[in-house]
């Protein structure tokens, strides 16, 4: 099962503000689980996302384009 992180641990791992997770989920980017009114992300989505912020990737994608290869990734 994977681990779920709050968006505060979510937003410190990726070094981005929460706002910023909260505006991705509003414009469709990045999809948390829902807990209740809670947003969670799932470790496979803050590892790929980090790894991009990290500049892991050979090319530079779009956050829509990271989200997107998230998609496989729910339950």
Same mark, same amino acid.
């Given at each position: 099962m994977s681990r779920?992180?709050?968006i505060g641990d979510?937003?410190?791992i990726l070094g981005?503000? @929460?706002?910023t997770l909260r505006r991705w989920d509003?414009?469709?980017k990045l999809k948390p689980v829902r807990i209740g009114k809670e947003r969670r992300y799932r470790d496979a989505q803050i590892e790929f996302l980090r790894r991009a @912020?990290?500049?892991s990737?050979?090319?530079v994608y779009e956050v829509r384009d990271i989200a997107?290869?998230?998609k496989g990734?729910?339950?």
């Open positions: 779920l992180y709050r979510a937003a410190r981005v503000s @929460v706002q509003k414009e469709g @912020v990290a500049g990737f050979s090319q997107s290869g998230l990734n729910r339950r």
